[in-house]
């Protein structure tokens, strides 16, 4: 079936270590996006990626980096993960301005010890 | 801009009762609206979405929402819940920009559904 595949599942990092997380596409979609999900919160977009154009939103800190180094794969890398990123990371992805919604994937949730 | 507001943070409910989440919008533009679900520990799916036509969509699963223009809503209901339906529900709407979609979320809807 195609979906949205995010690994790993359960990511426990340390303060200030590198972190990356993946997300993979069987769907062909041409936009992939990250949404960071604290507790109780709802989603918020930090970025996306227009085929290879990269887009970020404008109070996304500069410790998130994206690469999507073809279509399938996307990468969110935390250069120095802070207490405060412990989060439910969701890739998501859409065609282009197609109204379907987006497809997600099962997230990420990263804690920071 | 656009937002949207979700009325109640928690709804507890009991089994076979009906439920109404509530949602708000506000946008300068036309709007196309989404209800998705999330149960724990789990990415987001797409419960039902509104883009033009009948003001009354339906989910396989029972639900249904209405889009109200004049008042600027998108309410989620249900005649009768199930234990299943135990989740989080967010409303959402979407922004098309620059050739992509864009949505924006509510915080959130926990609906408990008790035996």
């Known amino acids: 079936d195609a979906m949205v595949i995010q690994n790993p599942r359960y990511q426990v990092t340390q303060f200030g270590k590198p972190v990356t997380l993946s997300c993979s596409q069987t769907l062909n979609h041409n936009v992939m996006y990250w949404y960071q999900q604290k507790s109780s919160q709802a989603p918020k977009l930090l970025f996306h990626y227009y085929d290879k154009d990269f887009n970020n939103e404008a109070d996304t800190p500069d410790n998130f980096q994206s690469r999507r180094p073809n279509t399938s794969f996307c990468f969110l890398d935390i250069r120095s993960p802070g207490l405060g990123d412990a989060a439910m990371y969701l890739c998501a992805t859409s065609r282009g301005t197609d109204l379907i919604g987006y497809t997600f994937g099962s997230g990420t949730r990263l804690t920071v010890v | 801009a656009q937002s949207v507001t979700q009325l109640d943070s928690q709804v507890p409910v009991f089994e076979e009762a009906p439920v109404e989440l509530r949602c708000n919008y506000s946008?300068?533009?036309?709007?196309?609206l989404f209800w998705y679900v999330q149960y724990p520990n789990q990415g987001l799916q797409l419960l039902l979405k509104?883009?033009?036509?009948?003001?009354l969509v339906e989910s396989i699963n029972g639900f249904e929402a209405e889009f109200n223009k004049s008042q600027t809503s998108f309410h989620l209901r249900k005649p009768s819940v199930h234990i299943s339906d135990t989740a989080e529900y967010f409303c959402?709407?979407?922004?098309?920009?620059?050739?992509?979609?864009?949505?924006?979320f509510g915080a959130g809807t926990r609906l408990a559904v008790h035996p």
């Open positions: 946008s300068s533009v036309s709007v196309y």
């Open positions: 959402a709407v979407s922004l098309l920009s620059g050739g992509y979609n864009k949505l924006i």
């Open positions: 509104y883009l033009s036509g009948s003001t």
